[in-house]
């Protein structure tokens, strides 16, 4: 596949903070991708020296096998997709649409026929017929979020960064735009780099994830890899998903305070960046305190806290001994919520074979 974008080790210092700190990646092009990190990884200012906002300090930026090294953010045929929209609150729909194409630079700008033909286009893409005259203080959040990504589409751009562009919405209506986005771009066939961090909005809506973790990749994969197995306890940790102990690596054990986990002959050979420990929320089975364990299992135990039910799942978290939370995940597709007695012990009980280790 042909490589829209390459960052080669890319760096970014704000004083003695390094916010990217040797970003190397490559986008391909015609492709989702998802880029998700925790509050200050530098999400943001990697889409800002992406689209020449800012200059980075070190490494080098690639469009399309030419550099950009030099070239002003309003050359580098780069869109962007604000997380607040940054509309202008006293144009209308289509004027914030065809703002950028109207404010083109001399040759570049397209005759009035041409700016309100692609304006059509456009509108009918994202599907904002009929609010074309509407002021956009007169349009839900929903199509606010519809004339943000129209306004930068139009311009056609090779490629279009989105910082958590549905970051301002609520819930419902966030869903429903995930499957409007990936739909949108697939009709257009430009490379989307969507920010987020969500890690369910990053694994629903990406071709490819990557993981940014204090300024460095820490992952680049497809999403049900980055799910199944994350390449740190770092990116553990920001799926959310995952139960994670310390400790130390022994001979055929994970030994640590939560107590001592017999290893997997495969899982014993897993990744770096611990030592840690780590089993999924929807990995682990409760059992009454009596049942014993396979060979093939491990088992703790724990005392019940409290039960989160969610509709399709019953989220249980217990505390063990030192003190800790473990958390559970049951799918309820063909089971009703279990009911677990407040403060009394359970065993927690899971496959040898699913847990990761990390040396
Ligand atoms: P994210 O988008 O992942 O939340 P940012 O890219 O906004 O993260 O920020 C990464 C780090 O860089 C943070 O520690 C942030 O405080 C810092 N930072 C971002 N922009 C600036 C700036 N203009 N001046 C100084 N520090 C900044
Ligand atoms: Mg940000």
Known sequence: MATILKLDNVSKLYGSLRA???VTLSLPDNAYISLLGPSGSGKTTLLRVIAGFERQDGGGVLLAGESLDGVPAHRRNIGFVFQNFALFPHL????NISFGLENSEGTARPSAGVIAAKVRDIVALTGLGGLEERGVAQISGGQRQR????RTLVTEPGLVL?????????????????DELRAIRER???????????ETEALAMG???????????????????????????AVARFLNCYNLFEGSLGEGAFVGPAGRFALDAAAAASKGGGPAYAVRHDRIEVRPPAAPAGA???R???AFVASEYTGATQLSFFRLDDGRLVEVEAHLSHRSPAAYGADERYGLVWKRRDALVYA
């Not at 209308?92 to 004027?95: E, N, Y």
């Open 20 to 22: 990217l700190d040797g």
């Open 162 to 178: 989105l910082d958590e562009p549905l970051g301002a919405l609520d819930a419902n209506l966030r869903t429903r735009m995930r």
């Open 300 to 302: 703790i135990e724990g």
């Open 207 to 233: 071709d490819s994830l990557i993981v940014l973790d204090r300024g460095r990749i820490g992952q680049i994969d497809a999403p049900d890899t980055v799910y199944n197995r994350p390449a740190s306890p």
């Open 147 to 150: 004339v943000a990504l129209a």
């Open 296 to 298: 093939d299992e491990v």
């Open 92 to 95: 209308s729909v289509a004027r």
């Open 188 to 198: 257009l066939g430009v490379t989307f780099l969507h920010v987020t961090g969500s």
